[in-house]
């Protein structure tokens, strides 16, 4: 069982940027990769990134692709997001989940994701 705490989120202004953390506990860190999602009042959870299992390997929704930036601490079991240039549609609450990846491959499908956290609120003043 792991547990995942994001931390980070908060008001910005557009243009802004902001960190965001997800600390892990429970499970062996290593062997999970790590994703960022988020959800929009009204709207379904998309996904944002996903990073692999040594961080070696990473992917961006498209809207986000040059703007994030996502990391990972197998050391201190963190995954992090970093978000530049950000837009009032940016504003959502951010998870993080963990997942076992599928065999030979560097993540799970986006519905195998077993481990969520509570999210973090991520909110852009325009």
């Known amino acids: 069982q792991v547990q995942l705490v994001e931390s980070g989120g908060g008001l910005v202004q557009a243009g802004g940027s902001l960190r965001l953390s997800c600390a892990a506990s429970g499970g062996s860190f290593s062997s999970y990769a790590m994703a960022w999602f988020r959800q929009a009042p009204g709207e379904e959870r998309e996904f944002v990134a996903k990073i692999s299992k040594n961080g070696g390997i990473t992917d961006y929704a498209d809207s986000m692709k040059g703007r994030v930036t996502g990391s990972r601490d197998n050391a201190n079991n963190a995954v992090y997001l970093q978000m530049n240039s950000l837009k009032p549609e940016d504003t959502a609450t951010y998870y993080c989940?963990?997942?076992?990846?599928?065999?030979?491959?560097?993540?799970?499908?986006?519905?195998?994701?077993?481990?969520w956290g509570q999210g973090t609120q991520v909110t852009v003043s325009s």
């Open positions: 989940a963990a997942g076992r990846p599928v065999f030979g491959g560097y993540w799970p499908p986006t519905s195998r994701y077993a481990y």
